[in-house]
């Protein structure tokens, strides 16, 4: 069965950097188009990064410039780089296949970001 396993999370400084990771198995990851989610406390999860099979990207504008996700389909891998972290990127970040998210939700990775 497919497992999705994020890695990397951690309490930042604003301004501060993270990079997460994806680890995929129990599917052929290059044939699917692949994205990031968070979820802050008492919000819905929304999706703030794409990445399709043949390489685009795409963020949302709240992260725009920040975060830039990448992937590497040999290793059955996800990235997300994040700078410039401020307070509301605080979330538990996921990741998962799109349109809509295709299987079941690892834990996640927490992400804080406090002075």
């Known amino acids: 069965q497919v497992q999705l396993v994020e890695s990397g999370g951690g309490l930042v400084q604003p301004g501060g950097s993270l990079r997460l990771s994806c680890a995929a198995s129990?599917?052929?990851?290059?044939?699917?188009?692949m994205g990031w989610y968070r979820q802050a406390p008492g919000k819905q999860r929304e999706l703030v990064a794409r990445i399709y099979v043949l390489g685009g990207t795409n963020v949302v504008d709240s992260v725009k410039g920040r975060f830039t996700i990448s992937r590497d389909n040999a290793k059955k891998m996800m990235y997300l780089q994040m700078n410039n972290l401020k307070p509301e990127d605080t979330a538990v970040y996921y990741c998962?296949?799109?349109?809509?998210?295709?299987?079941?939700w690892g834990q996640g990775t927490q992400v804080t970001v406090s002075s």
């Open positions: 998962n296949g799109l349109d809509p998210a295709p299987w079941p």
């Open positions: 129990g599917m052929i990851f290059s044939i699917y188009n």
